[in-house]
């Protein structure tokens, strides 16, 4: 029988060649399938609506369907939709992320990040393809539209990490800054940026991260890495500003 274990899928998955941005939506999709959210034969949500509740392109959702499909995890039925056909194996035990990211303190998670963020940021600068230095780009442009909005800056904030962690071509460091977002996402700090992201703050933390973004599309190193570490420091100012 064919090996349907969810490390050789990924493995398989990650063979693939594609930009940043698919990538984050491929490995969504298959987190989503393995965990049960869209369980054995189950329809998955038509590709405009993953389109939408991704924050990507349509055109983005249907590359990260054809790499799904062909690796035998969902199938397409014309004019019915694509429907999955992974089954997870009960006896593979699934990884205790969640309960991590749940017991993670405020002051851990900043530590992690200042130690991964500066080499993340530095590998992501050295061999981040013209295709995902121009999604990078492209996403900062959508960034503009964000105003006052917490949960979509809270969005495109995490999109723009995680491209950047694509970008390194470390697999390991990429999936080990997937546990720090989701520690974010359950932690002391999502209650404290709905209290702190004022819309003078957000176009603040968007002038960062623009000035990040062109810094790695200079391909350069220095400068890139010292506004992550500038900016990890005006995190831990907000955080001993609430301790």
């Not at 998955?44 to 924050?55: M, V």
């Not at 990211?101 to 600068?125: C, F, K, N, Y």
């Amino acid at each position: 029988m064919e090996d349907r274990s969810p490390q050789v899928i990924s493995q398989i998955i990650a063979t693939h060649s594609v930009g940043a941005t698919v990538q984050v939506v491929l490995d969504t999709l298959f987190a989503q399938i393995k965990n049960g959210e869209y369980p054995h034969e189950s329809r998955l949500p038509s590709e405009r609506a993953l389109a939408a509740e991704l924050g990507v392109a349509r055109n983005t959702v249907r590359e990260a369907l054809d790499v799904l499909e062909e690796c035998n995890v969902i199938r397409r039925r014309r004019s019915s939709g694509s429907f999955v056909t992974y089954r997870a194996e009960a006896s593979v035990p699934e990884p205790a992320s969640h309960s991590f990211a749940l017991e993670t303190s405020p002051l851990d998670h900043l530590v992690v990040r200042g130690i991964l963020e500066p080499e993340m940021v530095r590998l992501a600068v050295i061999n981040m393809t013209p295709r995902e230095i121009g999604d990078l780009v492209q996403l900062m442009t959508e960034f503009e539209a964000v105003r006052s909005d917490v949960d979509a800056f809270v969005e495109f904030e995490e999109r723009l990490y995680r491209m950047i962690a694509a970008g390194t071509r470390n697999r390991l460091l990429a999936s080990c800054y997937e546990l720090a977002i989701e520690s974010c996402r359950l932690s002391f700090r999502t209650t404290l940026l709905r209290r702190y992201l004022t819309p003078r703050r957000i176009q603040e933390y968007k002038q960062r991260y623009h000035s990040l973004s062109n810094a790695i599309s200079a391909r350069d190193v220095e400068r890139a890495v010292e506004l992550i570490k500038l900016h990890l420091i005006e995190e831990q100012k907000l955080l001993l500003q609430e301790l």
